[in-house]
């Protein structure tokens, strides 16, 4: 059972886009889970196995559960049977919260496992149906920003996440093969996360934040949710 569950369609997609978010949620007692649709190979310097273990690391660091599909890189789909395999995750993690990658970018996977999460939301709630659990409908979706086009988001709401941005770099940096070897200037891309989260922080007046979108309005009980 967990309280929130970030879908990626690679490995290190949910700590690039949210890893702050993710710490904190951590730190605040929350269970969370992270479900990579595919595991994010081949790539030029990474291998199935050893981007497996900089995943498992990432989650170790982070203090998740996680799991990896076997739907292959470069070709997911929004297909009946992959939403199938995401919704049979939802029945057996039940989370009340689903964080899902931006519908919009460059990169065909991250669009098709938005659209994936979309649907295996409401397939995860299905009674006459093959798949394995029992019915359950998480309550809201809301999606990070992760994306492979030079865009600026107009996100729904940005959170302060300034005590857990350490533990996010920290788990960054274990994806070695993807972000570290090959690049002429590994130390620009940890430099860039950092800004940009620098500058969604300096918006709401802290030191770090991630900005998020949702589809569905947000409701406040009180003006004390306010972050002034």
């Known amino acids: ?5 970030v879908i990626g369609a690679h490995p290190d997609d949910a700590e690039i886009g949210m890893g702050g978010a993710i710490a904190c949620f951590v730190a605040e007692g929350l269970r969370v889970g992270i479900l990579d649709v595919t595991n994010g190979e081949p790539t030029p310097h990474g291998t199935p196995e ?18 990896t599909l076997d739907i292959p890189n ?13 919704a049979e995750v939802i029945r ?36 006459k149906t093959d798949m394995a659990g029992e019915p359950f409908y998480p309550r809201r ?10 865009l600026h988001p107009d996100p729904a709401f940005i959170l302060d ?6 533990t996010k770099m920290a788990a960054v940096e274990a994806y070695r093969s993807q972000l570290v070897e090959g690049r002429p200037d590994p ?4 430099t860039g996360i950092r800004n940009r989260a620098r500058y969604w922080g300096q918006l709401i007046g802290v030191e770090y934040g991630e900005p998020f979108t949702t589809r569905e309005k947000i409701g406040l009980r009180s003006l004390r949710d306010v972050l002034l």
């Open 50 to 67: 050893r981007r497996a273990a900089e995943a498992a690391q990432a989650a170790e660091i982070l203090g998740v559960v996680r799991r």
């Open 92 to 127: 057996e993690w039940r989370p009340q919260i689903i964080f899902a990658p931006y519908w919009e970018d460059a990169h065909p996977d991250h669009i098709a496992v938005s659209r994936l999460a979309d649907a295996a939301r409401f397939y995860a709630k299905l009674t």
């Open 74 to 86: 470069r070709y997911v789909q929004d297909t009946v049977e992959n939403r199938k395999k995401i």
């Open 141 to 150: 979706v809301f999606y990070y920003f992760c994306s492979h086009w030079r």
């Open 161 to 166: 996440v300034t005590a857990g941005f350490e």
């Open 1 to 5: 059972m967990l309280d929130i569950l």
């Open 187 to 190: 130390a620009a891309v940890f």
